[in-house]
């Protein structure tokens, strides 16, 4: 099963990422998450140890221009650039956890690094298509992400929301996105959601009721200052992450 996960900036992405990929490894299954936010901040939420020394592949610049067969001056490049090895190098693992962080190339004009950019979307697609284990993609806020189509090949899509309007707009949008490019399972899902007139709000405003809230966590809070990873939390989460895991792998 694949996993992508959109919403507006801040919402809690990459936090529940992390708790659903601590709660498959805890009921055995094999996880690899993608991290595909040109911030990348994957590794720190996981409590990956020495994350701020890993690299994003797309910060090899060299290496993909010559996957890329890019030479300077010229617009053409390799279409059909070799990636297998590069999925190897670039995987880390803790915990039973497997990582890829990806990034996003950008250039200093803030142009499209076109042929490096091929490489790296050759990658996630092969991943997406190939991997054995439950792939949880991780990524950067807002809607673009779906007009390029990065997510295509996953077969769920988690919009995440707080009780708040602008959170709820752009779930909307992205929702209708969503349905555009035919991801075949579209959930909606509450995070730092106080009490139930926030649940009351969000249900009322997306017209739906979300597969699941998490709470508000002070022990989220918590371990984030403190530079510790989320994915053994216990408490302070409810048990959001298991209904999660449930509800996902009753209907992938
Ligand atoms: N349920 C929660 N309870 C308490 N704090 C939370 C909760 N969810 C997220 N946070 C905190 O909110 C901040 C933003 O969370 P996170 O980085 O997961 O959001 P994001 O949607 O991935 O952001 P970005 O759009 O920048 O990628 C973090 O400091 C995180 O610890
Ligand atoms: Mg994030």
Do not use: W
Not at 44 to 73: C, N, Y
Not at 213 to 239: H, M, W, Y
């Amino acid at each position: 099963m694949k996993i992508a996960i959109s919403g507006k900036g801040g919402v809690g992405k990459t936090t529940i990422m992390a708790l659903l990929a601590g709660e498959l490894k805890k009921q055995g299954r094999k996880v690899l998450v993608i991290d595909a936010d040109p911030s990348p901040h994957m590794a720190e939420t996981l409590g990956i140890r020495d994350a701020k020394q890993v690299k994003p592949i797309a910060d090899m610049g060299a290496l993909l221009a010559e996957r890329a067969g890019k030479s300077q001056g010229s617009p053409f490049y390799n279409l059909n650039p070799e990636v297998n090895d590069l999925l190897r190098d670039f995987m880390l693992e803790q915990d039973g956890i497997r990582l890829m962080i990806l990034g996003a190339v950008q250039t200093a004009e803030g142009g499209c690094a076109c042929p490096e950019n091929h490489v790296l979307r050759k990658m996630l697609k092969k991943m997406l298509l190939t991997a054995e284990e439950t792939v949880l993609l991780d990524m950067e806020a807002g809607v673009e992400h779906l007009g390029r189509g990065t997510v295509a090949g996953a077969d769920c899509l988690l919009i995440v929301t707080i009780p708040s309007r602008s959170g709820i707009r752009t779930a909307l949008k992205i929702k209708k996105m969503a349905d555009d490019v035919g991801i075949p399972q579209v959930y909606f899902v509450g995070n730092l959601v106080q009490n139930q007139d926030d649940e009351k709000f969000i249900e009322q405003e997306l017209g739906e009721r979300p597969i699941v809230f998490f709470p508000d966590s002070k022990a989220v809070r918590q371990a984030e200052r403190a530079e510790q990873s989320i994915v053994t939390l216990t408490e302070g989460v409810n048990d959001a992450p298991e209904q999660l895991v449930r509800i996902l792998l009753s209907e992938g």
